[in-house]
């Protein structure tokens, strides 16, 4: 599991709340404490949209952060630095069947129930930490070891510095 802490927090912020390299994550969730505390469920509303609308993709449950990323930001944005936030990011699973050909894993996308990506910021530090969910019991850490690989190469493609323990 990864888990590192990044020097630059503004760079990453700027990347994050108004670059587009985080965009087609989903949100899983988001808690963000300014002068109040927000708390953001990135859970579909399947019931709100027309039939046709591309919320409705099969197997999509998640709005994407793009479509988030505005309200977050008018949370965030002001003169002061939010006291804490915590969100939660989903790889798309479009995206995860491409994650295992890319590293020739052979599992088949219904046995990845999730590949997350944590933003922790408490105390003037940003904390990044993956996570990994799996339908089915194995003792291969191959997709873990291969997501954090792929997490870091994100993040080194973006100009985000981290530091590890």
Not at 1 to 10: C, E, I, R, S, W
Not at 148 to 162: N, R, S, T, V, W
Request: hydrophobic content about 40%; aromatic content about 12%; charged content about 20%.
């Amino acid at each position: 599991m990864l888990a590192a802490t990044t020097p630059d927090v503004k760079t990453f912020m700027n990347h994050f709340l108004t670059g587009t390299d985080f965009d087609r994550f989903l949100l899983c969730e988001a808690t963000i404490m300014t002068g109040s505390t927000y708390i953001i469920d990135g859970h579909i509303n399947k019931d709100f949209y027309d039939t046709d609308d591309e919320h409705l993709e099969p197997h999509r449950i998640y709005q994407y952060w793009e479509e988030c990323k505005p309200l977050a930001f008018q949370m965030i944005k002001g003169s002061r630095t939010p006291l804490a936030m915590k969100i939660v990011l989903m790889l798309a699973p479009y995206n995860v069947e491409a994650f295992l050909d890319r590293y020739n894993i052979p599992m088949s996308p219904e046995q990845i129930a999730g590949l997350y990506l944590n933003i922790r910021y408490e105390h003037e530090e940003l904390t990044l930490s993956s996570g990994t969910a799996l339908t089915v019991f194995t003792l291969d850490k191959t997709v873990e070891h291969m997501w954090d690989e792929m997490l870091i190469q994100f993040f080194k493609k973006q100009g985000i510095a981290l530091m590890t323990d």
